[in-house]
């Protein structure tokens, strides 16, 4: 009986723990249940906003907009509020360095496009607007009115970093404030717009200090594109920023001090446009290639009239070969200057490369510049004063002056090297329009000789200082003073300097057909030294010219000729290896090789004697003094007899006081004689 009750009560204690097990299993399965549920919720929104994270909280990224610098706590601990990502350890203690707001997005397609497009505040942490959930009521699928939104929060400035990718931009952002839009690299960030004519990035009464940096824009393939547009802002940096559009950059009403900077322009119309009272603006150390297009031939920087104080400094200009380019730089605003540019094109044909139009006070220096396709530097239409070009480094390969003075007064060319692969008429023309055009102490070279004038000026202007190899000098010009000229063949280069005006002094002309040859009453030929001629070393060409102190030594023909009708020309202290004189002289002496005057004393003279003069032609005047008072007693007489004179010797009569010819060797006299061409 006990052993029965025994029995059914372990039975009984075993039923009720099975039972209690069985239980506990169900309770604990329930358990894991939920708690999977959970875990599968938490991965769910993981997995809605995408946020994974590997690698060294110290060193990766754990979400596209974030700055490295952020992770330095280790894992950062998030909570999703009201479809918002909040980072609470940014909020807490490491917000974002230096930036107002981070930009980024999500390729969805794969098409290399962002399709949703995240803006965070870098204060709080939070993706403020756009996004998957469009934070902030902005529509996350369009770049345009993210950017936009955070423009228009950043109310009194600030910047905002666009993350590396393609945003597509539909609609033009305008800002209020001094922002600046920062990519990660013209290559790296891109605003493209090419799909819509409009103002990408317009800045319009944006108070002081903002720009766009390191990213690139793409504008619509039309000439009414605009990339940047700067109104009533001053003090705007466009910096390592690429920009292809119709107008690329463009300062106006007032945007005063605009700087444009390590960038890159591919213009359709305009490159840089400095308009309406923007003044004080810098471009430096751009690229500029126009692109071909049907709406005519691009500008690359221009300067209108209302503006002025533009530096152009250290870029690089560059137009692709069969390109028909207008004007690389056009200039009508006052006191700019282009400074150390490289301005040069490989097309075959084109447009001026620097053209000038009532810009006063323009210094253009240190540059390279290279024509190939029209004029390297022209002045237009209305009057530039006071224009300075210096030390620049021209290369002439099209048949186009390097310098063409038209409509200029006071242009100072100094200092300049012309190195000339072709033939214009000449590498620098000064036309009726100018005056006061200054050519000093340039260099022009031709590597194989050319028969073209370095200079071809009037009579306001001055050539003086040059050097000039294998081309001929200048021509028509006022003063020509200490210039170096070698033709290097006279069958080539005919003329050194011709159609002179008041002075041609102290230069050195040789292995030229003519050297120097002035049309000018009354101009002066002072003291130059020709070599090498083969026709005139120097041609007299008007009235009462002054020819002196020069030495000339031609190979063949005359070393100084005077023309037949040009009157009152005085000829002095000349050396030169022959002289042609066809009309009376005004004044002449102390030319060597051209003996007019000369004087001695000869002995053992008779009646009938002939005394060598050494003159150049049949003595004008002699004077005869005899040396012995008396002979035999008798007063002695001597005269000249000029019938007998001729080109070589004087002939003189002898006699005593009572007319009795002296027929004895016997008589000494002291002469002077002197030849009138």
């Known amino acids: 009986m006990n052993t029965q009750k025994i029995t059914a009560t372990i039975t009984l204690t075993l039923i009720l723990a099975l039972a209690l097990t069985a239980y506990q299993t169900i309770n604990l399965q329930n358990q894991l249940n ?99 959930c469009n934070a902030g009521g902005v529509d996350g699928s369009n770049a345009s009115a993210v950017i936009q939104a955070v423009a228009n929060a950043l109310s009194d400035g600030g910047i905002i970093r666009l993350k590396a990718g393609t945003y597509l931009i539909s609609t033009g952002i305008m800002i209020f404030s001094p922002i600046k839009l920062v990519g990660e690299g013209m290559f790296s960030t891109c605003l493209d717009a090419s799909t819509n004519i409009i103002d990408v990035i317009t800045f319009s009464s944006a108070g002081t200090g903002g720009g766009v940096f390191d990213l690139r824009i793409v504008g619509k393939n039309d000439a009414s594109s605009r990339g940047i547009v700067v109104n009533n802002t001053p003090h705007i940096l466009i910096s390592q920023v690429s920009i292809a559009a119709g107008e690329c950059i463009k300062f106006t009403n007032g945007s005063h001090h605009g700087r444009v900077k390590s960038s890159r322009i591919y213009a359709l119309k305009y490159g840089v446009i400095y308009d309406d009272d923007s003044n004080g603006g810098t471009v430096e150390a751009c690229s500029f290639a126009g692109e071909n297009g049907t709406w005519g031939r691009p500008i690359e920087i221009f300067v209108n009239s209302t503006s002025g104080d533009i530096t152009i400094r250290a870029n690089y200009f560059e137009i692709g070969d069969g390109f028909v380019g207008e004007n690389m730089i056009y200039l009508k605003g006052d006191e700019c200057k282009i400074e150390n540019n490289h301005i040069g094109t490989t097309r075959t044909g084109g447009g001026i490369q620097i053209k000038l139009e009532g810009a006063d006070k323009t210094i253009i220096s240190g540059n390279t510049i290279m024509n190939s396709g029209n004029k390297s530097i022209s002045f237009v239409t209305a009057i530039s004063n006071k224009v300075e070009i210096s030390n620049n480094y021209f290369r002439i390969v099209f048949a186009e002056p390097a310098i063409y003075a038209d409509y200029v007064s006071v242009l100072n060319i100094e200092g300049n090297i012309f190195e000339i692969a072709a033939s214009p008429t000449a590498v620098i023309e000064s036309t009726a329009n100018s005056e006061h055009v200054h050519v000093i102490g340039n260099t022009f070279y031709s590597p194989i000789n050319r028969d073209i004038w370095s200079f071809k000026g009037k009579a306001t202007d001055i050539f003086s200082n040059n050097k000039v190899i294998g081309l001929r000098g200048a021509y028509g010009v006022s003063i020509a003073k200490g210039n170096y000229i070698n033709g290097r063949d006279p069958s080539v280069v005919t003329l050194g300097l011709a159609n002179m005006g008041d002075l041609v002094e102290g230069n050195y002309i040789a292995n030229v057909a003519t050297a120097i040859q002035s049309t000018t009453a009354g101009a002066r030929i002072i ?87 050494g003159l150049v032609g049949t003595p004008a005047t002699v004077t005869l003094t005899c040396l012995n008072s008396t002979y035999d007693g008798v007063p002695v007489i001597v005269s000249w007899d000029r019938a007998r004179t001729n080109s070589t010797h004087i002939a003189v009569h002898i006699y005593w006081a009572n007319g009795t010819v002296i027929t004895d060797p016997v008589i000494a006299v002291s002469w002077q004689a002197k030849y009138q061409p």
């Open 527 to 613: 003291g130059n030294k020709i070599v090498g001629t083969t026709v005139d070393g120097i041609i007299s060409g008007n009235d009462n010219q002054l020819i002196a102190f020069n030495y000339v030594s031609a190979s063949s023909g005359n070393g100084i000729r005077i023309r037949s009708g040009d009157t009152g020309i005085i000829l002095v202290n000349n050396d030169a290896s022959s002289y042609s004189i066809s009309e009376s002289l005004s004044v002449v002496h102390g030319n060597k090789g051209f003996a007019t005057e000369n004087s001695g004393i000869s002995s053992g003279l008779a009646d009938g004697s002939y005394v060598v003069h």
């Open 34 to 132: 939920t708690y999977q549920t959970k875990i599968d919720e938490l991965t769910t929104q993981l997995n809605k906003i995408k946020h994974h994270y590997s690698g060294n909280p110290f060193t990766t990224a754990i979400y596209p907009g974030q700055f490295q610098a952020e992770n330095i706590s280790g894992m950062h601990w998030y909570t999703w509020l009201s479809g918002t990502l909040y980072n609470r350890t940014d909020t807490l203690a490491y917000p974002e360095q230096s930036v107002s707001y981070i930009i980024f997005g999500k390729d969805v397609d794969g098409d290399g496009v962002y399709d949703i497009i995240y803006a965070k505040n870098c204060a709080s942490g939070q993706i403020e607007f756009g996004g998957e």
